[in-house]
Structures are given as C-alpha cells and as structure tokens.
C-alpha cells in the first residue's frame, strides 16, 4: 500500500520461459490457429475452422471455441466429443436469438442444427511472450439463411502460471443488421461457459460444486429454471466446479464481472460443464459487452481462495483496446 505522495522503488525480472507458437500440422483440421506454447508444452489453441462440404465436418466446425491446457500438458477442455459434442471448451453464444422487423428471424448458435453457425472472419491480433498469450478474433454469427446477423471481437488472454491458468476472456458483440437483436436461452445452452472433457462423464460422481455458500455434495448440482427461481443460482460472483480427470482432482473458478449484464442464470453439470447466461437486446448503437475470468489449477480450492479470485476481478478496471 501506498500514502499519497509516496514512492516505492520495484524491480521487474522476467522469467526465462517464454509464450511461443508452432504451426499445426496437417492433420489438425479443425483449426486455423497456430498453437501457443509455454515451456514446450501446449497453452492454448483456438478451433477457428469452418467446413460446411460434409455434414459430418459441418457439425465438428459449426462453432469457433478454445482449448485449454495445464502445466503438465493436460487438456481440460473438450471437443465435439462426448454425449454432449455441442459444448465445448471455452465457449460464448446463445440458443434461442431473434432479429428481424417483427423478430420473425431465428438463430441457434449454440446447437447450430438449422445451418447457423460461427466463423473466424480474421484474426486481429495474435500474441505470445514471456507473460501472456492473447487472441483477437473477429467472429461472424450466421442465421438459418447462412446470412450474417452480428460480428463478434472476441479476445482471449490466458497468463501461464506455475500452478494453473488464468483466462480472461472479453466480448463485443455487435448487430449487423438493422433492429433489436434479442439474445435469450437456457442456463445450459446460452451465455459463457467452460466444458472439461468428455471423460469426467465417467467420473461425474465424483464432480463436486464450491459455491459462495459453501462447498456443495459430490454429484449434486444447482441449476436456474424458470419454476423454481432459486435466489442461489442468480447472481453468482463466482462459482468453482471440482472434477476428476485421468485420476487427477482440477478446479475449475469461473468468475463473472459486476458489470455483465444481469439476472445471470446458473448452469452446473457434473459431467464437466459450468456457466451462466442472461436476456439481453441489443442493437447496432448498443451493442453487448461481457467480461469473465477463468482460473483452472490442479487440487483442490477453498472459499476464501476463489473469493480473493473474485475480489480481485470485482475491483479490476476494464479498459478497452483498440485494435489496428
């Protein structure tokens, strides 16, 4: 801490290790996105690649998401795998959309079954160095008529650190047609939300939720619903999914900035999914802003661990960048 009109003298030595990327080889063919590394172990790949030619190939790149990887190599995020293949890692978007001048248009970006989808339209910045790597995508989100509804500048920055990841993850979405364009869903198919792989289905017994109230039972999970409204599932400042993977305990803290928008509306799934979502309009002169950090480590957590998380990211400053 600092008395006004103090000074403090500080010196900074960066780490040896560096973020760095390598190309993919050929097989990869679900990406377009070089792979950053952090002391020769895979960090962070984003799956950017569209292909409608096969149906098949449509439903593996209907949306643009990241992995995610820990220290020792691990990938805690999943892919178009599983019983649910339409979660899938970091993920941003919303099931139930209308646009149009009576709002007679309608969008799944979530399932993607009627032909919408989300494409990578550039990268706007690409970055790695010996504290973060950050992404900048431009994103298109597409209707039913392969006709382009809103851009999206989606921004990733994950900082590798010795003992897990921190992700931020920043959005601006913003019409491209004339009109409100409405964004609503459900708590497990709209919003931000993490997935671990496809294997803790088998270990979802063991899955146990960390909440602001406390540490919940393995297997037992809360979700919002619109009957019930449970006062616990909304609002959320921060919420800690705990699982099984390759017999190693992670914890995933997702934490939600105060200025998102709200009533955000809960969503847990002990087979490895965690997130939220909200209602929102928007149109060309307001477009939608969110804001949301991810801490993923090995181990277990406590509260007053993930509360200094959330503390931490309450009383952050946004500032946005404009990229050139």
């Known amino acids: 801490k600092l008395r006004a009109q103090e000074t403090v003298r500080l010196t900074v030595q960066m780490a040896a290790d560096k973020v760095e990327m390598t190309t993919l080889g050929k097989s990869e063919e679900l990406t377009s996105n070089p792979l950053h590394l952090w002391q020769n172990k895979p960090l962070l790949l984003g799956m950017t690649a569209y292909d409608p030619k096969t149906p098949e190939m449509q439903k593996k790149t209907f949306k643009v998401y990241h ?6 190599g691990m990938r805690v995020t999943n892919g178009p795998e599983g019983r649910f293949p339409h979660h899938r890692g970091l993920f941003y978007g919303f099931n139930r959309i209308s646009y149009g001048a009576k709002g007679e248009k309608k969008a799944d970006v979530w399932h993607c079954n009627k032909g919408e989808h989300q494409t990578l339209e550039k990268l706007l910045a690409l970055q790695s160095g010996p504290v973060f790597c950050r992404e900048v995508l431009d994103i298109g989100w597409y209707g039913q008529d392969d006709q382009k509804f809103a851009n999206e500048r989606r921004e990733l920055t994950v900082y590798p650190l010795a003992n897990g990841r921190l992700v931020e993850f920043a959005s601006v979405l913003t019409p491209t047609v004339p009109g409100i364009v409405r964004l609503d869903g459900d708590p497990q198919h709209a919003g931000f ?7 803790v289905e088998k270990t979802a017994a063991d899955t146990y939720f960390l909440r602001p109230d406390g540490k919940g039972r393995p297997g037992q999970e809360r979700n919002w619903d619109a009957k019930g409204r449970d006062p616990k599932t909304v609002n959320l400042p921060w919420n800690a999914m705990c699982f099984v ?26 087979y490895g999914r965690i997130g939220s979502y909200f209602e929102y309009d928007l149109t060309q002169e307001k477009p939608l802003k969110v804001h949301y ?3 993923v480590q090995e181990g277990e957590m406590t509260v007053a661990e993930c509360e200094a998380l959330s503390k931490a990211f309450t009383e952050s400053t946004i500032v946005e960048v404009s990229v050139r």
Do not use: C
């Not at 992995?67 to 020792?72: G, K």
């Open 67 to 72: 992995h995610l990887y820990m220290p020792d």
């Open 193 to 199: 939300h993490f997935r671990a792989p496809a294997e």
């Open 293 to 295: 950090r991810i801490w």
């Open 245 to 270: 993977l390759q017999g190693k305990r992670y914890t995933m803290v997702y934490l939600d900035h105060p200025s998102n928008p709200k009533e955000a509306r809960g969503s847990e799934r002990t």
